[in-house]
């Protein structure tokens, strides 16, 4: 590095940095902040986040006594200043790699990292659960969640405080409030009062009064402790949080360390009862390039320190979100009934795009998933044509609504899945491995799955014209595999797939982005003398019958290949053939599917190869299919 740490280097761990003055956390802080912006422009992840926590976390581990403290980020993105100063910093440049560091907290990874997570809303529960703990374990220790202001737009995040302020649970949690959008101006006049409302002194002459009150009436007490609430609430804007029993400090300024350290102090010995501490940052702080375009340095790849330029290389083909977005405008002009909605991902699902275009016709209404469903059930009850678009990842958060709200109801609500299957660097937590699974067994639902970016027009054309109940369609992260793009999409028949190309002996029936593969693999078959048949299934619900039929009796064995767990698209298949009874006639079928793992973090190529889902892979499973050997691995093209 072209920056000397002196003081972060001699910081292995928080206990390290405890060691240090109060004098010289300033410094420290520029060192943390300089390490990170280098690692992150090696590896790409997660900057802007990050950047405006630097000071927060240095002040959260000198005061309080981590690991044994339990410190809780919530989502986990803004994680990498708390991973250089907790054993990490050898190993933090292989942030979001294969064997790397994860770009979230990660239970496994450290013992600082107490909770894992990558969604969002969960830390205030977490926390919650083990300030419980350490009340029931007789521990002296104390629970700290940090959370975003985006992430108190979930609904999760309110039922936690509700249950701690219910039950008084002996925790902080601290509001890293990015976007001054609860916060005030802050100023001197509100850091002196942060500091005064927490102080020992203070607190003290709270606790007196209240005894002192006490001894009063029991109606002249409740409107004593009311004006007391409601007067610090007037002057710092607190009133919500206390009314749902926490004790409210703030706001206070998120970078200056004379002010957070003191206020941490006094809230850490805070005797009882949960207390929210609000905090004001700026995502992407102390890097110019950051500040200046937050949005785009929210994720970034690798970039150039000095100028912030990132290198991204130059796209074969559109991404398969932009390809959605563009689609559904096309069709949005043919009929105004047509809405968007995100979960705080516009740009991530490219519906910023159709926002531009209709901005009247699109809502964003923030990290509330299930919220999200059931207000699209609502617009589909009055006859709008609602488009949900929404991560398959993130979709798991609201299956309460898309059954009870949507499904049951018979609803024509369409769920466009990005991310579909292994989503590379951001791992785990990310991919999209189980949707056939859980919306698969739904009655009234259709699934469709692309193979390639023109079956992605096709399948947003389908869903739009589509109001016989709830409809979803899947597709990967990225680029698409480069085919001839159609003007306008045509509308497929529900539950009819394709042949790709036609063989005699064995059949790949394929279903969503592993049809190049299956292609890839039909070419090497075919040089090895085993003539080959590729089918797009296109639909996962419901099922070709007449296509799967006519691929059993045609062909020797059956592959079945998808990039969604078990009990997906193979298991529908195979429920049919037992349905019908050709399983009993010695039928030769081999599904591919992920493994029954959480697959950690490598790029899309290593993760699929890894789940034995690339070409080589289902070249080895038809051979043995037919009883051949199947070592004989090496592709064409």
């Known amino acids: 590095m072209a920056v000397e740490t002196p003081l972060l280097d001699n910081v292995k761990f928080p206990a390290d940095l405890r060691k240090l003055d109060k004098s010289e956390l300033r410094q420290f802080a520029d060192e943390l902040r300089a390490e990170m912006i280098d690692a992150v422009s090696v590896t790409g992840g997660h900057l802007g986040s990050g950047l405006g926590v630097v000071e927060l976390t240095t002040a959260i581990h000198y005061v309080f006594n981590t690991p044994d403290d339990r410190l809780v980020f919530d989502v986990g993105h803004q994680c990498y200043p708390h991973k250089i100063i907790t054993g990490r910093r050898d190993r933090i440049r292989t942030l979001r790699q294969g064997g790397g560091l994860s770009g979230f907290t990660k239970r496994s990874e450290s013992e600082y990292d107490p909770f894992g997570a990558a969604h969002a809303a969960t830390s205030i529960s977490a926390a919650t659960g083990f300030a419980e703990a350490s ?66 002194v203070y607190q003290g002459f709270r606790t007196f009064g209240k005894q002192l009150a006490k001894r009063l009436p029991k109606a002249i007490y409740n409107q004593l402790a009311k004006a007391e609430e409601y007067g610090r609430g007037m002057v710092s804007g607190g009133t919500l949080f206390e009314e749902l029993g926490f004790y409210y400090v703030g706001p206070i300024d998120g970078h200056n360390l004379d002010q957070l350290v003191p206020v941490l102090e006094n809230v850490r010995d805070m005797k009882d009862g949960p207390v929210l501490v609000h905090v004001v940052t700026r995502k992407g702080a102390g890097y110019p390039p950051a500040e200046e375009s937050a949005d785009k340095y929210h994720g970034v790849a690798k970039f150039d320190v000095v100028s912030g330029k990132q290198k991204k290389g130059t796209p074969n083909a559109p991404a398969y979100q932009k390809v959605f977005a563009k689609t559904l405008i096309k069709e949005a002009e043919k009929d105004d009934r047509i809405i968007g909605i995100t979960a705080a991902m516009p740009s991530g699902t490219s519906l910023d795009m159709f926002a531009e275009v209709f901005p009247d016709r699109c809502y964003d209404v923030g990290i509330a998933e299930q919220h999200a469903v059931t207000f699209a059930a609502g617009l589909a009850a009055d006859g709008l044509r609602p488009f949900a678009a929404i991560y398959s990842t993130f979709l798991q958060r609201a299956y309460d609504s898309v059954v009870h709200d949507v499904a049951i109801q018979n609803l024509p609500v369409r769920f466009p899945m990005d991310r579909a299957g292994l989503v590379g660097a951001d791992g785990q937590t990310h991919a999209g491995s189980f949707d056939l699974a859980y919306l698969g067994c739904l009655p009234n639902m259709v699934i469709m799955a692309a193979g390639d970016e023109a079956e992605l027009v096709h399948m947003t054309a389908t869903a739009a014209a589509f109001d016989d109940g709830p409809i979803a369609f899947r597709y990967p992260r990225g680029e698409g595999v480069g085919v001839d793009m159609p003007e306008q999409g045509k509308l497929l028949e529900i539950g009819k797939g394709r042949i790709v190309r036609e063989g005699t002996k064995v059949a790949i029936l394929s279903l969503g982005g592993r049809l190049q593969e299956s292609l890839k693999a039909a070419d090497t078959l075919e040089a090895q003398g085993i003539s ?62 992920l493994p029954d793992v959480f697959q950690d973090q490598d790029s899309p190529e290593k993760m699929y190869d890894a789940a034995r889902l690339n070409a080589a892979h289902i070249v080895e499973r038809a051979r043995e299919a037919l009883g051949m050997e199947s070592n004989v691995v090496t592709l064409r093209g």
Do not use: C, Q, W
Request: aromatic share 4%; charged share 20%; net charge negative.
């Open 532 to 593: 080959t048949t590729v089918a797009d299934a296109r639909f996962a619900k419901p099922l070709d019958h007449d296509l799967i039929m006519r691929l059993v009796n045609e062909h020797e064995a059956l592959i079945t290949v998808e990039e969604g767990s078990r009990g997906g698209f193979g298991a529908f298949v195979l429920h049919f053939l037992s349905e019908t009874g050709l399983l009993d006639n010695g039928l030769k079928i081999r599904t591919m599917h």
């Open 135 to 200: 009340r029931h374990l007789k521990k002296e220790t104390t629970s700290i969640a940090v959370i975003g202001d985006g992430s108190m737009s979930g609904g999760m995040a309110y039922e936690g405080l509700n249950n701690a302020g219910h039950l008084g649970s002996k925790m902080v949690v601290i509001l890293n409030d990015n976007d001054m959008s609860i916060a005030p101006p802050v100023g001197a006049m509100s850091a002196y009062l942060a500091r005064a409302s927490s102080s020992g």
